[in-house]
């Protein structure tokens, strides 16, 4: 990847390399997500009698449109202009058939100073009836000082912009899995994304003074028949024996651990807050089942 751009936060935008959001793209399934993670969404929100969303990281706009195609009332931001791009190339594509995205409001969004996004997005002035921040993007925010004083300000953003009773929707990996076992849990594949392009992830865990700091996970996408493979991507053998062209790129995240998530949210949100956990969206998950995600769910009062 080229040289990552930095926001006015500090925080550094990971797919600033333009080709790095293109493959990303790729990766997710271009603008499909799975069956069973739609009909959670919609009907999670639908249930909490939710109208207005901020898509808090909205990438390429892949869930902002589910949610409009649904009925809600979306407005997306993104730290990444690269990603933004799709997402306005999206809305645009869409809107000349269809009116319902005519009012879909996309702008660049840093958690850290939310409400200065309003000169691109109007936040509903008594707010939001849901934030969802999914996909493991929070973990992309690193925790400057150590104290995960960063983390607990951009949550605390996140509470802002809900209503009184309005829900956040917020996961991460299973982060402590991959510390424990230095890989991904085996269930990771398919719950998010559709794409069939994933080559190969490897999984790093830098320790630093016997504590995990951060994870590094390195993508090997298959970009062949994309139009933008070029002399600087690989060739990788498949099972089949097929040679492909790949593109790799890194992504580093936070690690965060389950008990550490859930005082997160309480220090912000309350200790007497509703909050809910579902590992991979599912209510009862088989015992000993082992999820890729932890999915929260929490109001504010």
């Not at 645009?92 to 269809?98: L, T």
């Not at 909050?275 to 998950?285: A, C, G, R, T, Y």
């Not at 890729?292 to 009062?301: A, G, P």
Request: hydrophobic share 30%; glycine share 8%.
């Amino acid at each position: 990847m080229g040289q990552l751009r930095t926001l006015k936060s500090g925080v550094q935008d990971q797919y600033s390399d333009g080709k790095a959001a293109k493959v990303w793209h790729l990766y997710i399934g271009g603008n499909k997500r799975t069956a069973e993670y739609s009909d959670f969404i919609t009907s999670l929100l639908k249930k909490h009698k939710v109208n207005t969303v901020l898509d808090a990281a909205c990438g390429t706009g892949v869930d902002s449109v589910l949610l409009i195609e649904a009925g809600f009332k979306v407005n997306s931001i993104d730290a990444s202009d690269k990603m933004l791009k799709y997402a306005r190339k999206l809305r645009w594509q869409r809107h000349r058939e269809e009116s319902m995205f005519d009012d879909w409001q996309i702008g660049e969004g840093d958690w850290l100073d939310l409400e200065n996004c309003e000169d691109t997005v109007e936040h509903p002035t008594t707010g939001y009836d849901c934030v969802i921040c999914i996909g493991n993007s929070f973990a992309h925010l690193p925790d400057f000082d150590g104290d995960q004083g960063t983390h607990r300000l951009a949550i605390s953003n996140f509470h802002k912009m809900l209503r009184p009773g309005g829900i956040l929707i917020i996961d991460h990996r299973n982060y402590d899995h991959i510390i424990q076992h230095g890989k991904l849990p085996n269930s990771s594949s398919k719950l998010y994304y559709q794409g069939d392009r994933i080559h190969n992830i490897k999984t790093s865990v830098l320790h630093v003074d016997g504590k995990c700091t951060m994870i590094t996970l390195d993508y090997e996408i298959d970009i062949s028949g994309c139009g933008f493979a070029d002399a600087t991507d690989l060739h990788r053998e498949k099972k089949d024996g097929t040679v492909i062209p790949v593109s790799q790129f890194r992504l580093s995240y936070y690690p965060h651990t389950r008990q550490k998530f859930d005082k997160l949210l309480k220090d912000v949100f309350g200790e007497d807050a509703d909050h809910k956990v579902l590992p991979d969206f599912q209510e009862n998950p088989e015992e000993g089942y082992i999820p890729s995600y932890f999915v929260h769910i929490i109001k504010r009062k």
